[in-house]
């Protein structure tokens, strides 16, 4: 598994925290920044995330900033990329089960690493379910493609 990982200034510490937890996991991560806590944009990150996984190179991104919903947002944003902001463990696995999730916003602010790297691994280790929800996964990639119509 190869993940897409970024914050901004307010989500770096946990950032950093995921990573060291991923790898430790022998997983492969690319870190597009931040690396510090001077003050960043978040769609600055969260862009090449969600592009990298869009684009296939990369399974799943999870992203962070100071409440999440910002780095959901601007994710969502990249065709293909299906992002949410998760506050605990079983919006993780609802979320992977449910509705394909392949971008994990997380609240740096407000989560504490524990229990981002419960989130982190329900998200990691839970498949799709496919079947019936398949189909509503698809009908919202089919809203990517009406956009402005």
């Known amino acids: 598994m190869k993940i897409a990982l970024g914050a901004d200034h307010a989500g770096v510490a946990l950032k950093n925290e995921v990573k060291r937890a991923l790898v430790d996991r022998s997983i492969d991560v690319t870190d597009f920044g931040t690396e510090t806590e001077a003050p960043v944009d978040y769609p600055d990150f969260a862009r090449p995330v969600a592009d990298a996984v869009a684009a296939g190179t990369h399974d799943r991104g999870i992203l962070v900033c100071g409440s999440g919903v910002g780095m959901a947002i601007a994710a969502n944003k990249v065709a293909g ?69």
Do not use: C, M, W
Not at 109 to 125: G, N, S, Y
């Open 81 to 149: 990329v299906r992002a949410a902001n998760l506050l605990d463990v079983e919006a993780a696995r609802l979320s992977r089960k449910h509705n394909d999730l392949n971008v994990l916003a997380l609240a740096g602010r407000v989560t504490a690493a524990p229990r981002a790297l419960a989130i982190v691994q329900a998200f990691l280790d839970t498949a799709f379910e496919g079947g019936r929800h398949e189909r509503r996964v698809e009908k919202i990639a089919d809203l990517e493609h009406h956009r402005g119509a």
